[in-house]
């Protein structure tokens, strides 16, 4: 384990706090795209609940990449962190839409 620094943090990034309302702010624009496509196009449908559950995973998996890169130490190691969160992300987004694998959370 590494040592704290005066703030009781690792290393020199930014405090948690900050990058938690990074993480929260980011999501909150993406979730605004599908909120501006419902108002152009009838192809996007989205209930309150996907707001919900895209809010969920899109906020959840950006926390978890922040807590990880916070212990991992190479550049590397991190982006293999950062490759594999965005890949669960894809599957588990894949499989609420469209049904990849067949679980019963599958969408339509």
């Known amino acids: 384990m590494g040592s704290l620094n005066e703030r009781g943090r690792r290393g020199g990034g930014a405090p948690l ?4 309302l990074a993480v929260a702010l980011g999501t909150g624009l993406l979730l605004l795209v599908p909120l501006v496509a419902m108002r152009f196009t009838a192809e996007v449908d989205w209930s309150g609940g996907d707001f919900a559950v895209a809010g969920l995973l899109l906020a959840g ?4 990449y922040v807590l990880a890169a916070r ?5 590397p190691r ?8 965005a890949l669960l992300l894809a599957v ?6 469209v049904g990849v694998f067949g ?5 339509s």
Do not use: K, Y
């Open 71 to 75: 212990m991992v130490r190479s550049a």
């Open 17 to 20: 706090g900050r990058q938690m």
């Open 61 to 64: 998996t950006g926390m978890a």
């Open 92 to 97: 588990v987004w894949a499989e609420l839409a």
């Open 78 to 85: 991190r982006l293999a962190v950062g490759l594999a969160l």
């Open 103 to 107: 679980t019963p959370f599958a969408g």
